[in-house]
């Protein structure tokens, strides 16, 4: 909630409402540029005229003025790209072996058609009974996911468990066994798995 207004600024706002008209269809809109080069008695001071810029604020450019300014919309990656351009953690030989597929995974949970609810808790059971048996590579198999809508009223996101495995395994309890997570190798599922790389237990 904002602060409550001080005396000079209610009756500076009185004297700007004084001098507006209410719209009215097909009347023209009140230009705040005009309001805001009023005379000298209305406006004797900056620090009046800051205080109208302040309250009165227009929601854009004119039409067919260029705005000073665009605002930045970031495009937020895909999955398979964060986990791809993830720092390495582990050592980079045994990484490099992993991403080759040459290491043999310990391991491995399929999650593929099961929903969110089923499959967080069966991740967290396998990745902390993994990690408690000291056991390093394993693979954690979520399928591609679906390859296009199914016309339903409410939109499906593409590959709804690739998407939200590694979210999971960055979070605790599981973050604090998972050293690192990558694509599987297509020897191992490629697109529609992970290998998740384990801390060795302390």
Request: net charge positive.
């Amino acid at each position: 909630m904002g602060r409550k207004l001080k005396p000079e600024e209610v009756e500076l706002w009185k004297q700007v409402t004084d001098r507006t008209e209410q719209l009215k269809q097909g009347r023209k809109p009140v230009d705040f540029g005009t309001i805001l080069n009023m005379e000298p008695q209305i406006l004797p001071t900056p620090k009046r005229r800051k205080l109208i810029e302040t309250l009165v604020k227009p929601l854009g450019p004119k039409v067919g003025q260029k705005s000073k300014s665009l605002t930045r919309v970031d495009r937020i990656a895909p999955i398979s790209e964060q986990v791809r351009n993830s720092k390495i953690t582990m050592d980079r030989k045994a990484f490099d072996q992993m991403k080759r597929g040459k290491l043999k995974p310990e391991g491995r949970l399929d999650l593929h058609g099961l929903t969110l609810d089923r499959a967080h808790p069966l991740l967290t059971q396998f990745i902390l009974s993994a990690y408690g048996n000291g056991k390093r590579l394993v693979l954690v198999i979520t399928g591609k996911g679906k390859s296009r809508d199914d016309g339903g009223p409410i939109p499906v996101r593409f590959g709804v468990l690739r998407h939200q495995v590694p979210q999971w395994l960055a979070l605790v309890p599981l973050s604090s066994a998972v050293l690192q997570v990558t694509q599987a190798h297509d020897r191992h599922g490629g697109g529609g798995a992970y290998y998740v790389y384990l801390r060795k237990p302390r």
